[in-house]
């Protein structure tokens, strides 16, 4: 009964995070199937909510087949991400080390790509970093990028 309590409340909490939308900006496509989408790499484009003037690019992996035409696949962890000053940097909002910025689901219920951001006072940069997590067990396959703060 406790697990179960645990499992509905973490699904609760992943549902009440207000995931940011992402613009897709292209694809290509890995591996062919002969039912359903073909394997492809996603490429998608995102704003910091809280930190205007940057935006950041990420690319994962998206399964095809039938079972990710349906929305049943569960994607590989692997992703990759560059954050860059698009315009002057403004901070809307206090910020916090290790505040999700965007959140992706990345299986039926259990897994999602996040970003967190942190910031590096001492070289006046920010670092964005993109991993994956389970309910069970996270995964050690991560990717970072930095944006020095600079004048625009």
């Known amino acids: 009964m ?24 292209g694809e290509v496509d890995t ?8 394997h492809r790499i996603v490429i998608e484009a995102f704003d910091d909510p809280k930190v205007e003037g940057v935006a950041c690019h990420l690319s994962r992996a998206k399964k ?17 991400i560059a954050c860059r000053q698009v315009g002057p940097i403004k901070f809307l909002e206090p910020l916090e080390d290790g505040e999700r910025v965007f959140t992706k689901s990345t299986s039926l219920l259990f897994k999602t790509m996040q970003v967190v951001r ?16 389970k309910l069970v067990d996270g995964s050690p396959k991560n990717s970072i990028s930095t944006v020095p703060i600079q004048p625009w």
Request: aromatic share 8%.
């Open 2 to 25: 406790t697990l179960r309590r645990s499992l509905l409340a973490s699904l609760l909490t992943l549902a009440a995070i207000s995931p940011l939308q992402a613009e897709i900006v």
């Open 31 to 38: 591996a062919f199937q002969l039912i359903g989408k073909n």
């Open 64 to 80: 095809g087949g039938i079972s990710g035409t349906l929305g049943l696949a569960e994607d590989t962890s692997d992703a990759s």
């Open 118 to 133: 942190f910031f590096d006072q001492k070289r006046n940069t920010l670092v964005y970093l993109v991993y994956s997590d």
